[in-house]
C-alpha cells in the first residue's frame, strides 16, 4: 500500500489550499486516514483525521473551523480543505493511514506514511 500526496504550496495568509492523499495497492483496507504536520524545529503533530467506517472526523484544536478533511472511498482518496490559512499553518503536510492488508489468506495490519507536501503561508 502506498499513499501519495499532492497540492501543497506558497499562498498568503488568509488563502486557502486543498491537500489531497490518493492510496494505492492491492487488496487492502483503511480504517483511518489522518493529516499530520511538521514545521521547521517542530515534532510532528495532528491535524485531522477521519473514519473509513463512520466517516467521524477528529481536529486538532488549532485548525477548527479553518480545516475540513474529507474521504472519497471509491477513489481511494483523502482531501484536507484549508481556509484562512495563517503562517503558523506553514509545515510538511503528512497523510497517513491504517488498515488491514491481506497477505494470502492471513489479514495483517499496516500503518504508512507519504513522503510529505509542503505547504508555505507567508504573512
Known amino acids: 500500500v502506498q499513499l501519495v500526496e499532492s497540492g501543497g504550496g506558497l499562498v498568503q495568509a488568509g488563502g486557502s489550499l486543498r491537500l489531497s492523499c490518493v492510496a494505492s495497492?492491492?487488496?487492502?483496507?483503511?480504517?483511518?486516514m489522518g493529516w499530520f504536520r511538521q514545521a521547521p524545529g517542530n515534532e510532528r503533530e495532528l491535524v485531522a483525521t477521519i473514519s473509513s467506517r463512520d466517516g467521524s472526523t477528529n481536529y486538532a484544536d488549532s485548525v477548527k473551523g479553518r480545516i475540513t478533511i474529507s474521504r472519497d472511498s471509491a477513489r481511494n482518496t483523502m482531501y484536507l480543505q484549508m481556509d484562512s490559512l495563517k503562517p503558523q499553518d506553514t509545515a510538511v503536510y503528512y497523510c497517513n493511514a491504517q488498515g488491514i492488508y491481506w497477505s494470502g489468506i492471513l489479514p495483517r495490519s499496516f500503518e504508512i506514511w507519504g513522503q510529505g507536501t509542503l505547504v508555505t503561508v507567508s504573512s
Open positions: 495497492g492491492s487488496r487492502f483496507s483503511i480504517n483511518v
